[in-house]
C-alpha cells in the first residue's frame, strides 16, 4: 500500500471515528437527561401500528407538552423509534387531555376538545397511509402543502 492510500484510510478512518463520538455522546446524554412518559397507546385494527400520547421531559430546557407519534408494531427497536422525528403526528404545548381511537385501520381520530386553548406547534395530515382527523377547540393552520384534516367541534 502507497504511503498516500495509507493516509487517505487514517484521515478516513479518524473521521468516522469522530462522527461515531459525537453521535454515541449525544445518544447517552439524551438517555441519561430525559424521561419519556407514555400516556396512551392503542393498536390500529390490523395490528400494524401503534398510536401513542407521549411527554418527553428534558428537565428545565423544555415546558409542558404532549406528543402524538405514530410508529410500526413490528419492530425490533419499538423504543428508539418513539423518540423518531418522522413518527411525530401532533405536538401540543399546555395539553393534559388527549383521546386516541381508530376508525378503521387507516383513520386515526385525535381528540383534544378536553383541552381549552392548547398551543398547536404541529400537526400532520397523515403518516404512512394513515389519515389523521383531529376533534379539537383551536383549529391550526398548516403549511398549505401538508394536506392536514382539521375538524373544529364545540367543546364538550
Known amino acids: 500500500m502507497k504511503k498516500y492510500q495509507k493516509a487517505f484510510l487514517v484521515i478516513v478512518c479518524s473521521t ?3 462522527l461515531l463520538a459525537y453521535q454515541l455522546f ?18 390500529s385494527p390490523d395490528g400494524k401500528t401503534m398510536a401513542s400520547v407521549i411527554q418527553v421531559d428534558t428537565g428545565a430546557t423544555s415546558g409542558f407538552n ?12 419499538a423504543k428508539s423509534v418513539l423518540h423518531d422525528a418522522n413518527n411525530l403526528v ?5 395539553a393534559t387531555n388527549i383521546h386516541l381511537f381508530w376508525h378503521g385501520s387507516k383513520n386515526l381520530v385525535v381528540d383534544y376538545r378536553d383541552n381549552p386553548n392548547p398551543d398547536i406547534n404541529y400537526q400532520q395530515g397523515s403518516w404512512h397511509g394513515v389519515s389523521l382527523i383531529y376533534l379539537g377547540t383551536k383549529k ?16 364538550r
Open 16 to 18: 468516522l471515528a469522530v
Open 26 to 43: 449525544w445518544f447517552v446524554l439524551y438517555s441519561v437527561f430525559t424521561k419519556t412518559t407514555t400516556y396512551s397507546q392503542v393498536v
Open 66 to 77: 404532549r406528543q402524538v407519534v405514530l410508529t410500526p408494531t413490528h419492530t425490533l427497536f
Open 90 to 94: 401532533m405536538f401540543l404545548n399546555g
Open 140 to 155: 391550526w393552520v398548516p403549511p398549505a402543502t401538508s394536506g392536514v384534516v382539521t375538524i373544529t367541534t364545540p367543546a
